[in-house]
């Protein structure tokens, strides 16, 4: 499917920015832009031959312009149409979608893409931009979390456990009552 043509990498903007959660609801076109720089910066890690990168945007995060290195491309609509129809429109040449949604890896799918998640292109590295703000594989297993009342936790007190029983005698309502 190659046709001499460089890798067309193209990045579902929303579901990469939208894979960690770093506040990017706040300032979706702020975290767009932060997507955008680390793509133009960093290209697709691990893959050593040309690309060609599209960040394709939606809703809130319209607005965000094109760099050396990254075409942004603005979807009037769904963005994942538009991932298609960009798929559709690169018959062949190797592409690859960068996304995590599974109907839209489906879709690309079949027309010849191959697909590959968010972690491909925002990286483990944590820098300032908190782009994985999760775990990195090298990090090796999590930590348990502490019991969900506050026990364990300095800053709540451990809560009290709560025990109700409900009483049912004949010719009365059930009635709750702490124990």
Do not use: K
């Not at 046709?3 to 975290?31: E, Q, T």
């Amino acid at each position: 499917m190659d046709n001499g043509s460089p890798l067309l990498v193209i990045v579902d903007g929303a579901n990469v920015v939208g894979s960690v959660p770093d506040g990017w609801w706040r300032d979706r076109r702020g975290a767009a832009c932060r997507l955008r720089d680390r793509l133009a910066a960093d290209g697709l890690p691990g893959h050593t031959g040309p690309v060609e990168i599209v960040l394709v945007v939606e809703g809130a995060a319209r607005g965000v312009e094109a760099v050396p290195g990254v075409r942004v491309e603005e979807a009037p609509g769904s963005g994942d149409d538009l991932v298609v129809e960009l798929v559709a429109g690169a018959a062949g040449r190797a592409v690859l979608v960068v996304t995590a949604d599974r109907e839209l890896r489906r879709r690309v799918t079949e027309l010849g893409a191959e697909v590959t998640g968010p972690r491909a292109v925002r990286g483990t590295d944590g820098d300032e931009d908190a782009t994985d703000r999760g775990r990195s594989d090298q990090q090796g297993p999590r930590t348990p979390r502490p019991d969900r009342r506050g026990a364990g936790r300095p800053d709540r007190p451990a809560a009290r456990p709560c025990a109700y029983s409900v009483s049912s005698a004949a010719g009365s309502s059930p009635r709750a009552r702490r124990l």
